[in-house]
């Protein structure tokens, strides 16, 4: 199984940014899929997740209002839309098979900072 994350960067408060997963090595639609995160001394959080065919998806407080998850299951990618960003997202982005975040890929980091 590989998951690999893009897309992060640096961005001013209020931003936007749009992290992308590309997923190898498992059938795709089988599996929810995750985007978690985990800011320097705190717990794994999960950020949102969006069923095997894209129909449903769930948030995390923390972003709700913020966030969109979504799937191209053609290409085997999947994708956070977040705007509205503040410091307190400022965190290391996984893409995960599960919410614990046990299957994961290396991560993209996301730095919200004036």
């Known amino acids: 199984v590989q998951l690999q994350a893009s897309g992060g960067g640096e961005v001013q408060p209020g931003g936007s940014l749009r992290l992308s997963c590309v997923a190898s090595?498992?059938?795709?639609?089988?599996?929810?899929m995750w985007w978690v995160r985990q800011a320097p001394g705190k717990r794994l959080e999960v950020v949102a997740r969006?069923?095997?065919?894209?129909?449903?998806?769930n948030y995390g407080d923390s972003v709700k209002g913020r966030a969109t998850i979504s799937r191209h299951n053609a290409n085997n990618t999947v994708h956070l839309q977040m705007i509205h960003l503040n410091p307190e997202d400022t965190a290391q982005y996984y893409c995960?098979?599960?919410?614990?975040?046990?299957?994961r890929g290396q991560g993209t980091q996301v730095t919200v900072s004036s």
């Open positions: 969006v069923s095997g065919m894209g129909g449903r998806q």
């Open positions: 090595g498992f059938t795709f639609t089988d599996w929810w």
């Open positions: 995960a098979r599960d919410p614990a975040g046990v299957v």
